[in-house]
């Protein structure tokens, strides 16, 4: 199947700092990607989609200045979590549509602590 | 209702059991099904993806779609421990820029 990455897999930081997530599709191309987050053993919440080349939509609920997307090409999206508190803690999952399919491949995840 | 719903489990089975795991719908629009696999602190890995009505077969796993009755199933023979991890239904409807819907998966336990 597809391959998708996700950089970093996990990452510790202080309170107040931010941290970027990559999430690439590494042998397709994505015109949209999704991210994710999930809290332990509960389901998948999905933050916001990100389209190739034009803004990301967020689900309500979900700060749009404090979760920054950047989806700049085919292959790569980013997930900023700027000033970063304990609260933000969690796993953070992103996936990919394979543009000549009509299903999603995930990520491996990001694991994210804020101390 | 929920859109899509899915019993959490956790569901526990003896190691070579039949495990059947389902989910039902509201949106009669749902073209496309797919279940994923998820491990602990892991992102969810595709297993099946169907479109339409039907059973599709892949190895141990049988995906089963009835859409007359809004169900969709994941059969899995000679389950093995290796297969405990939880099971996510998603579904969309056909074509444009869309967002799946997912249910909120089953833990599944296969025991030795």
């Known amino acids: 199947g597809a391959v998708v990455s996700q950089h970093p897999s996990r990452v510790i930081c202080k309170s107040g700092t931010s941290v970027k997530i990559e999430c690439r599709s590494l042998d397709f191309q994505a015109t949209t990607m999704f991210w994710y987050r999930q809290f332990p053993k509960q389901s998948l919440m999905l933050m916001a989609t990100s389209n190739e080349g034009s803004k990301a939509t967020y689900e309500q609920g979900v700060e749009k200045d404090k979760f920054l997307i950047n989806h700049a090409s085919l292959t790569l999206s980013t997930l900023t979590v700027t000033s970063a508190h304990p609260e933000d803690s969690s796993f953070y999952i992103c996936s990919a549509r394979d543009s000549l399919e009509e299903t999603q491949y995930f990520g491996p995840g990001t694991r994210l602590l804020v101390l | 209702q929920k859109e899509v719903e899915q019993d959490p489990g956790p569901l526990s089975v003896p190691e070579g059991a039949i495990v059947s795991l389902n989910c039902t719908y509201s949106n009669s629009a749902f073209q496309y099904f797919m279940w994923y696999r998820q491990y602990s602190r892991k992102g969810p890995e595709l297993l099946m993806y169907t479109y339409s009505s039907g059973n599709k077969e892949d190895g141990r796993f049988t995906a089963q779609v009835d859409k007359s009755s809004k169900y969709i199933s994941l059969f899995i023979r000679d389950s093995q421990p290796s297969d405990s991890a939880t099971y996510l239904c998603?579904?969309?409807?056909?074509?444009?820029?869309?967002?799946?819907?997912f249910g909120r998966g089953t833990s599944l336990i296969v025991h030795p």
């Open positions: 998603a579904m969309t409807p056909p074509g444009g820029s869309y967002i799946p819907t």
